[in-house]
Nanobody
Framework: QVQLVESGGGLVQPGGSLRLSCAASGRIFSINAMGWYRQAPGKERELVARIINGFMTEYADSVKGRFTISRDNAKNTVYLQMNSLKPEDTSVYYC?????????WGQGTQVTVSS
């Protein structure tokens, strides 16, 4: 099994920044993808950013130029640096990891952007 532990969420004013972290532990041997989804109340879960095969990055159009995903392979940790935050970024952010045919999810961390 694989466990994902997220941290770094919170309340921030519009235009501010937050950095999310997600540490993976357990039976890790070949990570295919790792990244972040988010889900706001009443909306479907949507991809925010991910790293595929250790180096290819993909971003949602709504966060391009503002969010940066990175990964520390030695620590099996993925980060999401979020800058220029907007109220519409308010969501629960979920870390996920794909290993072979299995998908693992973190418990979610709340990000609230409000003045």
């Amino acid at each position: 099994q694989v466990q994902l532990v997220e941290s770094g969420g919170g309340l921030v004013q519009p235009g501010g920044s937050l950095r999310l972290s997600c540490a993976a532990s357990g039976r890790i041997f070949s990570i295919n993808a790792m990244g972040w989804y988010r889900q706001a109340p009443g909306k479907e879960r949507e991809l925010v950013a991910r790293i595929i095969n250790g180096f290819m990055t993909e971003y949602a159009d709504s966060v391009k130029g503002r969010f940066t995903i990175s990964r520390d392979n030695a620590k099996n940790t993925v980060y999401l640096q979020m800058n220029s935050l907007k109220p519409e970024d308010t969501s629960v952010y979920y870390c996920y990891l794909v290993q072979e045919a299995n998908v693992y999810w973190g418990q979610g961390t709340q990000v609230t952007v409000s003045s």
